[in-house]
């Protein structure tokens, strides 16, 4: 069954640092999502992403953060300068073509920021 | 600042029993409605969605939308306890825009 896939799955980093998380969305998949969820609260959404650009964002995703799609597969979340509180599950998320159809989630990247 | 409620919980039922989760969202233009299931450190996972008004049924899980009160539910019945888990209710408002989600109830089934 296709599945969305993240790596790494645990990054450790160092206040300040830049860290890339990387997503391989569902091949066919239109539509790419990154969401966070910072332990004990809730799943927040971050940015979404069709046709190689951005299509909305959240007022989280602000100019320390970043999102491409290099090469037509992969899916790429970048923060520039990691704070403490960057420390969370980053989720990303693919919805396939036009019209209604659920997201499916990657298993998560667990980023702790030291 | 559209919102999505999941306020009662956690919530324990015993094993072989229904396990009524509720969710209401703030956002009248919220047009499909999902729930996921999340274990502990893990990502969401999808159990159910639901668009039009009145009850969706998928083997043990039903899910219940009444937008005129804004208001969506999940049964989970004949609960056992590998359902033990947090629900996530998640709403969006357009085709292919974001999901909204609800902080979780967390369900413990007893053997």
């Known amino acids: 069954e296709p599945e969305v896939t993240q790596t790494p799955s645990h990054q450790v980093t160092q206040m300040g640092q830049e860290v890339i998380l990387r997503c391989v969305p569902i091949?066919?998949?239109?539509?790419f999502y990154w969401y966070r969820q910072i332990l004990g609260q809730k799943v927040e959404f971050l940015v979404s992403?069709?046709?190689?650009?951005?299509?909305?964002k959240s007022e989280i995703f602000d100019d320390q953060f970043s999102v491409e799609r290099p090469d037509g597969s992969n899916f790429t979340l970048k923060i520039r300068s990691t704070k403490l509180e960057d420390s969370a599950m980053y989720f990303c998320?693919?919805?396939?073509?036009?019209?209604?159809?659920?997201?499916?989630f990657g298993q998560g990247t667990r980023l702790t920021v030291v | 600042q559209k919102e999505v409620e999941q306020n009662s919980g956690p919530l324990s039922v015993p094993e072989g029993a229904i396990a009524s989760l509720n969710c209401t969202y703030s956002?009248?233009?919220?047009?499909?409605f999902f729930w996921y299931r999340q274990y502990s450190g893990k990502s969401p996972e999808l159990i159910m969605f639901?668009?039009?008004?009145g009850d969706k049924e998928d083997g043990r899980f039903t899910a219940q939308l009444n937008k005129a009160s804004q208001y969506v539910s999940l049964l989970i019945r004949d609960s056992q306890p590998s359902d033990s888990a947090t629900y996530l209710c998640?709403?969006?408002?357009?085709?292919?825009?974001?999901?909204?989600f609800g902080k979780g109830i967390t369900l413990s089934v007893r053997p």
């Open positions: 998320a693919s919805r396939g073509g036009r019209g209604f159809s659920e997201a499916f």
């Open positions: 091949s066919n998949h239109l539509y």
């Open positions: 992403f069709y046709n190689n650009e951005i299509s909305e």
């Open positions: 956002d009248r233009g919220s047009q499909s």
């Open positions: 639901i668009y039009s008004n």
């Open positions: 998640a709403v969006n408002a357009g085709a292919n825009s974001k999901l909204t």
